[in-house]
């Protein structure tokens, strides 16, 4: 049956997301923007939280870890708790939810295509995190390799029981504080997506630096790091998936397979932002604007902020069909693509024509005014995890007879 | 729990109307476009499988479907043909009207002939817009005026639907000339009343199939009982009118905008340019995926406002959720028929393929019911939490003229 309603779980984790959003994050957003760190402290809190929280019908748990095995007659939830969290955190603060601990982007390929023993290794160390926070990443980007992951460069060559990597990572979230990075490496640049081998390599393993920490437009209180690595010695049992996995192409859907997962997420948070700015715009109106005399400019900033919500409401339901879709185990890659095109595009419009409609007011950065913030935190959600030139490339594969690249 | 999955039952009924449409409206639309009519054969199939009746409810004669269903027919019908719904029995804004305006007692009495699965000919109409705008006060030209025991009714209506063939028309007039939109007021009226003639039919942009005129009252007289009061509060029903019915008329909209990006797509399949197809053009590709998100997130969004109404969701939420549904149905259809025509090229412009039609359609029907406009002030006023201004949220004749 056709429903909208979120039912309690969903209502419980939006309502307690948004509380601690309004009441703890938002009036420290801004000074952890210009620390260019979210306090340890407040991670602590939050992941205790979290475990406090543990139990049956945690949807906490569910948000942050996936779905547990299930009756398959009653489909997982999972994906739809996840999208509700994401859009609600993002609302507060899009650099607090990429900065959360736990395995992170690194996590997907790891559940994926990883053997039972990486799995326990390598996710075991998030299972009690009381005494120090840890975090995964993923490293695919290179200088020279973004939206066309067949060209990385980085290179891989087998040394007894050993691959020695060397390259360059770039733009990798949380890069300098991960206890482990899924990085990709080719052992030919000739064999293109066939060669791809993805290692699990580990802070501190020799030949393993931490490069510089980018300066960025927004999402500043969150980590983006360069990942050098010079003659690093991996074992490997940390290739990920084991030798075997890579007689076929498997090495480059790996990376496919992450950002299936992901994009509507991703998507699901674009909206988030957008949200928060369009309610700034439309409570600013309310207050501000004279809304009784001069009625032809206020039926034209109307009609403004009536379509900026339409947009953002026409992202959400195409997020809500693709997590639903991913729930009942329907392939949602088009629909994933699809919500996150839209999402991104609608929310930096939101930002955009939010600070418009406020006016000069718009523009100043202040602890009451976010809206700078969410202008400069939305416009990479256009562009990490596929561009919205990728994910249009991603759709129309999907619609147009024969078509297997442009 | 949010689920995108249709029950059971709908998805049946969805299944036979797209059977209907592919079969029976589909390769006919330019036939019914150049008799100016929907085939009697058609009209007869439709009414005996009841179709325009889903969201009647029970009581009054329908099957109590709710409006969802309502919305799954009517973009299954309009894929077929997006113009063919205007031109069938119990489809048009009437149904609604006698539901909004009319007690349970007239609804019914409104309605009952339309539920005989033998009525294809029978038709009603709704007159809103006004032949001259009025632009002494807000409100209405046309006036009622209290005469003996009933009222008496005088003015020029246009973009009446179906007026020709109707039997029975819901007028709106003026009844209180210092009270403004508040002062409206509903009236039903038999087409053998001596004072109502109808006048030309317009010929129009797109919707051939459908006859749209001008309605003449001339001190037209009706009883005290045919006046319809809405519930007492008549600028709401007017309101919770024209949301309805601009959502079955978006939902037509999403018919279309499927049915535009579908031909388009098997056409970039074949149409080779430069040694291959033409899909195989970033800028063409992108263009259909574009047209995909669009048309997919109409689709949904027209149902979850039929769904708030169904289950009850506070109204000024379900017109909200309506008034997004039905600006972004229009855009979008509007959006997918231009670019339908323009991946066509040349052959997009000829009357031998149908997407030209499509694009003709889709402007005309985004001005049925309520546009865009209308619907962003009806939107942004719920959302800014303001009083909902009837100048500014309702489809008023002195600003943009809607079909009705």
């Known amino acids: 049956m056709i429903d909208f309603e979120l039912d309690t779980r969903q209502h419980t984790l939006k309502q307690a997301l948004h509380d601690l959003g309004k009441n703890v994050i938002r009036p420290q957003s801004l000074a952890w923007d210009r620390k260019h760190t979210v306090d340890e402290q407040f991670l602590r809190t939050f992941y205790k939280m979290s475990q406090a929280l543990r139990g049956e019908s945690n949807p906490m748990q569910e948000f942050q870890e996936g779905a547990k095995k299930r009756d398959p007659d009653k489909p997982s939830q999972a994906n739809r708790m996840a999208a509700i969290g994401a859009e609600e955190l993002a609302w507060a603060d899009a650099a607090i939810m990429l900065s959360l601990p736990g395995p992170g982007l690194g996590g997907p390929p790891l559940k994926a295509s990883g053997t039972p023993e990486q799995k326990e290794r390598f996710f ?9 926070l840890r975090w995964g990443a993923y490293g695919l980007t290179e200088p020279g390799a973004g939206s066309d992951v067949a060209a990385i460069r980085t290179s891989c060559v087998k040394d007894g029981s050993d691959y020695i990597l060397n390259g360059r990572k770039c733009y990798i979230t949380n890069g300098g504080r991960a206890s482990w990075v899924v990085i990709f490496a080719t052992v030919d640049p000739a064999l293109g997506r066939a060669g791809h081998r993805a290692f699990v390599v580990e802070k501190g393993t020799p030949g393993f630096f931490v490069g510089k920490l980018e300066d960025k437009m927004g999402l500043r209180a969150n980590e983006t790091a360069e990942l050098v690595l010079e003659d690093c010695r991996v074992p490997v049992d940390n290739l990920l998936g084991g030798e075997e996995k890579y007689q076929t192409k498997e090495g480059f859907m790996t990376a496919m397979k992450t950002f299936d997962n992901t994009r509507h997420l991703v998507a699901a948070m674009a909206i988030g932002i957008g949200r928060a700015a369009y309610e700034y715009a439309r409570d600013f109106v309310k207050d501000n604007y004279v809304l009784s005399r001069p009625i032809p400019r206020y039926a034209a900033i109307a009609e403004r902020l009536a379509r900026v919500n339409r947009q953002l409401e026409a992202a959400r339901i195409l997020v809500w069909k693709a997590v639903w879709m991913a729930d009942h185990s329907i392939p949602n890659a088009k629909e994933a693509s699809m919500s996150k095109a839209l999402a991104g595009k609608a929310a930096i419009s939101a930002c955009i024509d939010a600070i418009e409609i406020c006016g000069a007011h718009g523009t100043l950065a202040t602890e009451h005014a976010l809206l700078e913030k969410w202008f400069r935190d939305i416009k990479v959600y256009d562009i990490f995890e596929g561009t919205g030139q990728i994910q249009r490339i991603v759709i129309s594969k999907r619609l147009v007879t024969g078509l297997k690249g442009f | 729990m949010i689920s995108f999955e249709p029950s059971e039952d709908q998805g049946l009924i969805v299944q036979t109307v797209a059977e209907l449409a592919k079969t029976a409206l589909s390769p006919r639309a330019r036939e019914f476009e150049k008799e100016r009519a929907v085939g009697d054969d058609v009209r007869k199939a439709v009414q005996e499988m009841g179709l325009a009746m889903a969201a009647v409810p029970e009581a009054l004669g329908g099957q109590g479907l709710g409006l969802l269903t309502a919305v799954l027919i009517n973009e299954e019908l309009a894929y077929g043909d997006p113009a063919a719904p205007f031109g069938l029995p119990g489809f048009g804004p009437f149904t609604l009207a006698a539901l909004e305006f009319g007690t349970e007692e007239q609804a019914r009495a409104l309605l009952a002939p339309f539920t005989d699965p033998a009525a294809h000919d029978y038709f009603g109409a709704v ?10 006060r807000p409100g209405l030209s046309t006036l009622a005026k209290k005469s003996g025991g009933g009222w008496e009714i005088t003015g020029g209506k246009c973009f009446v639907g179906n007026a020709a063939a109707a039997r029975r028309f819901i007028v709106f007039a003026q009844v209180d000339e210092s009270a403004g939109w508040n002062g409206i007021g509903a009236f039903s009226v038999t087409r053998d009343n001596p004072g109502l003639s109808v006048g030309a039919r317009h010929d129009t942009l797109g919707l051939g ?19 319809l009061e809405g519930g007492g509060d008549i600028v709401r029903a007017t309101l919770r009118f024209f949301a309805k019915y601009a959502l079955l008329v978006a939902a037509r909209q ?4 499927r049915a535009a990006f579908d031909v388009s797509r098997e056409y970039c399949d074949i149409r080779k340019a430069f040694g291959k197809p033409i899909g195989h053009f970033q800028a063409v590709a992108f263009t259909l995926a574009d047209r995909h998100i669009d048309a997919e997130s109409a689709r949904e969004l027209c149902r979850r406002a039929a769904w708030a109404w169904d289950t009850g969701k506070d109204e000024n939420r379900a017109l909200c959720y309506t008034a997004e549904a039905v600006a972004h149905a229009h855009e979008v259809a509007m959006r997918c028929a231009d670019d339908a025509v323009q991946l066509h090229g040349g052959a997009g412009f000829m009357r031998d393929v149908i997407v030209e039609k499509m694009m003709r359609d889709a402007k005309q029907i985004a001005l049925s019911g309520a546009t865009a406009e209308h619907m962003d002030q009806l939107a942004a006023a719920v959302e800014l939490g303001a009083a909902l201004d009837p100048a500014l949220v309702l489809p008023t004749p002195e600003t943009q003229a809607v079909f009705t």
């Open chain 2, 254 to 257: 999403v018919g279309l905008s």
């Open chain 2, 209 to 227: 199939c459908a006859e749209f005129s001008e309605l003449t009252l001339e001190r037209v007289k009706v009883g005290a009982a045919d006046r």
């Open chain 1, 124 to 132: 075991s160390i998030f299972r009690d995190m009381s005494d120090e």
């Open chain 2, 127 to 136: 007159a809103w817009s006004e032949l001259r705008a009025n632009r002494e």
